[in-house]
T-cell receptor, first 111, second 114 residues
Framework: ELKVEQNPLFLSMQEGKNYTIYCNYS?????LYWYRQDPGKSLESLFV?????AVKQEGRLMASLDTKARLSTLHITAAVHDLSATYFC???????????FGKGTSLLVTP | GEEVAQTPKHLVRGEGQKAKLYCAPI?????VFWYQQVLKNEFKFLIS????????ETGMPKERFSAKCLPNSPCSLEIQATKLEDSAVYFC????????????FGDGTRLSIL
C-alpha cells in the first residue's frame, strides 16, 4: 500500500522567513503533485513534478523531486500572509492515476 | 466549461436516505476522479473513469456506493442507505490525460448525514 507522509503537519512562521515542507512516499513513483487548499475551498494545483531531479518555481514557492530518495520538498522563501493555507503532496497509485494524498501541512504566516 | 462543476454544494440527508452528487468535468478532459475528504485533511480515492468507462474502482465501497459517467450527461456518485460516517466533502476532479497532467478539482459537495 502506497503511503505518503508530510511533515510538519502544522507550521506557524513569521513573514519574511524561509521554511521547507517535506513529503516522503513509500513506493516507487516518478511523479508527484503539490496542491494548495484554502479553508472551505477546492484544491488548486501548484506543481506537477514528472521526473527525478525535477525542480519547479512559482513566486515564493519552489518544489523539487528526488525519486531515488522518494522525497519531495516544497520550499517557501520570504513567506507572506497570502501563503497561509494547507499544502498537500500527492503521489499517483501504481494501478492507475488515482492520487494518494499526504495529510497536508497547515501553514500559518504571521506578521 | 473551463472548470469542474459540482452540484449541489451542500446536501443534507437523514441516515438511511439516498444521496446523489453530480460532476461536470472540464470539456475535453478524458478522466474523471472522485475523492472523499473526511476529517478536514484526509483524502480517500473512490473511483475514476476514462470517458464513460470505469478505469479504477479500487477505492469504492461497493455495497452502497455507485458511480456513472454517461455521454452528454454529468457524472454522478450515488450513495444508497447513507450512514453517519458518509458525512464528508466529496470532490470530483478531471484531467486531460491520465498521468502527466494535474487533476483539476471542483469545489466539492459537502454531504451531511443527520
Amino acid at each position: 500500500e502506497l503511503k505518503v507522509e508530510q511533515n510538519p503537519l502544522f507550521l506557524s512562521m513569521q513573514e519574511g522567513k524561509n521554511y521547507t515542507i517535506y513529503c516522503n512516499y513509500s513506493t516507487t513513483s516518478d511523479r508527484l503533485y503539490w496542491y494548495r487548499q484554502d479553508p472551505g475551498k477546492s484544491l488548486e494545483s501548484l506543481f506537477v513534478l514528472l521526473s527525478n531531479g525535477a525542480v519547479k518555481q512559482e513566486g515564493r514557492l519552489m518544489a523539487s523531486l528526488d525519486t531515488k530518495a522518494r522525497l519531495s520538498t516544497l520550499h517557501i522563501t520570504a513567506a507572506v500572509h497570502d501563503l497561509s493555507a494547507t499544502y498537500f503532496c500527492a503521489v499517483p497509485s501504481n494501478s492507475g492515476y488515482a492520487l494518494n494524498f499526504g495529510k497536508g501541512t497547515s501553514l500559518l504566516v504571521t506578521p | 466549461g473551463e472548470e469542474v462543476a459540482q452540484t449541489p454544494k451542500h446536501l443534507v440527508r437523514g441516515e438511511g436516505q439516498k444521496a446523489k452528487l453530480y460532476c461536470a468535468p472540464i470539456k475535453g478532459h478524458s478522466y474523471v476522479f472522485w475523492y472523499q475528504q473526511v476529517l478536514k485533511n484526509e483524502f480517500k480515492f473512490l473511483i475514476s473513469f476514462q470517458n464513460e468507462n470505469v478505469f479504477d474502482e479500487t477505492g469504492m465501497p461497493k455495497e452502497r456506493f455507485s458511480a456513472k459517467c454517461l455521454p452528454n450527461s454529468p457524472c454522478s456518485l450515488e450513495i444508497q442507505a447513507t450512514k453517519l460516517e458518509d458525512s464528508a466533502v466529496y470532490f470530483c476532479a478531471s484531467s486531460l490525460t491520465g498521468g502527466d497532467q494535474p487533476q483539476h478539482f471542483g469545489d466539492g459537495t459537502r454531504l451531511s448525514i443527520l
